[in-house]
């Protein structure tokens, strides 16, 4: 509330900080007529969260062998994870199952089709990380 009531303004839902070439004051309103001379941009935003997942859907492992001889309950497990009694440890980064999604993902030279001053919209060719409706950073 202090940062709203230092800048004069009504409390937002979100709130950001940018570092700008030219002199902006605190409050600012900042437009996309920003981007009205680029031509690409980049795109950061939180991706859709999978919770926890096994190794086939979240590294694309094939599994362990066929369906059949013998194969009875470890069509969609990892394997091997590691050696025996030297080095008696699994490394560190071994791909396992685990928590997929919901990461910060930067999407680099998105093609900017066209910017609509009076609406406040800026037309973007390719894909933004995350869920209908959630906030995403432009960059130039």
Do not use: W
């Not at 362990?64 to 194969?71: A, C, I, K, L, R």
């Amino acid at each position: 509330m202090g940062i709203f009531k230092k800048a004069g303004t009504t409390p937002k839902a979100h709130l950001a900080e940018f570092k700008f070439d030219e002199e902006h004051n605190l409050g600012d309103t900042i437009t996309v007529e920003l981007f009205n001379d680029t031509e690409f941009v980049d795109v950061v935003g939180t991706s859709k969260g999978k919770g926890f997942q096994g190794v086939v859907k979240r590294h694309g492992f094939g599994g362990v062998g066929q369906s059949t001889h013998g194969q009875d309950d470890r069509l969609r497990k990892p394997g091997s994870i590691g050696a025996c009694s030297y080095p008696a440890k699994v490394f560190k980064g071994m791909r396992m199952g685990g928590q997929m999604g919901g990461d910060r993902v930067t999407t680099q030279n998105l093609r900017v089709l066209k910017v609509i001053p009076e609406h406040n919209l800026i037309l973007v060719k390719g894909s933004c990380a995350g869920c209908n409706g959630s906030t995403v950073l432009i960059e130039k």
